[in-house]
């Protein structure tokens, strides 16, 4: 059964600041992998969605990278800003019959 | 807004108590869901529908009814709750069944957050 992680739960930066949101997964043979967004009170918004045969995506500041052998993707985020304090969650997808499973999420919060 | 209406927004309710979540959307997606989201838990997929037909019930509880009675609409009926059933409930829909396996647009609504007391 696949397990999705995400560490540490909870982050904390100041404005500008180039970081990196952690996945990792169990079971390595993914069909995707996709970032969402949640902002508090509200739904997920897709950030960015890789699929297994690619290493990354980018999208403005966001890049999303994946490592299938090592069952890990990073997602990140350059010259970080206010406005991107948000829940981030990753989720897989394990193979064409699976549905997506959810990392509990990273709450980011970015300090003017 | 994302074109995906859930009410109410908040409900607390009593043990005892009956009530119902209302979810609408206007994009002509023919897949509807319902998603929990407790504290400190992924997300989990609790009911798909698909052409107003219930294709998934991830084993939830009895005390949990949805109701789908065309594509644009889906409900979830709440009664005899837990206070372990509190969470945030979240709506979505997709195009088709895809969305749920990551294959096209997962589209949100911003979800009901429930309290039983």
């Known amino acids: 059964k696949q397990e999705v992680t995400q560490i540490p739960a909870a982050l904390s930066v100041p404005e500008g600041e180039n970081l990196v949101l952690n996945c990792s997964f169990t079971?390595?043979?993914?069909?995707?992998l996709q970032w969402f967004r949640q902002d508090p009170g509200k739904g997920l918004t897709s950030l960015l969605l890789?699929?297994?045969?690619?290493r990354e995506q980018t999208s403005g500041r966001l890049n999303a990278s994946l490592d299938k052998s090592s069952g890990r993707s990073t997602l990140y985020i350059a010259a970080s800003q206010p406005g991107d304090s948000a829940t981030y969650l990753c989720?897989?997808?394990?193979?064409?019959?699976?549905?997506?499973?959810f990392g509990k999420g990273i709450t980011l919060s970015v300090r003017p | 807004e994302t074109g995906v209406t859930q009410t109410p927004r908040h409900l607390v309710m009593g043990m005892t108590n009956k009530k119902s979540l209302k979810c609408e959307q206007h994009?002509?997606?023919?897949?509807m869901y319902w998603y929990k989201q407790s504290a400190k838990k992924p997300l989990e997929l609790m009911f798909v529908y698909n052409f107003k037909e219930q294709t998934e019930n991830n084993s939830v509880p009895s005390r949990f009814s949805p109701e789908c009675p065309n594509s644009s609409h889906l409900f979830l009926h709440l009664h005899t709750l837990q206070p372990e059933d509190s969470a945030l409930y979240l709506c979505?829909?997709?195009?088709?069944?895809?969305?749920?396996?990551?294959?096209?647009?997962?589209?949100f609504g911003a979800g009901s957050r429930l309290t039983v007391l």
């Open positions: 979505a829909s997709s195009q088709d069944l895809g969305g749920v396996y990551g294959a096209n647009v997962l589209t």
């Open positions: 994009l002509g997606h023919n897949a």
């Open positions: 890789i699929q297994s045969s690619q």
């Open positions: 079971d390595s043979a993914i069909y995707n």
């Open positions: 989720a897989v997808r394990s193979g064409a019959n699976s549905k997506l499973t």
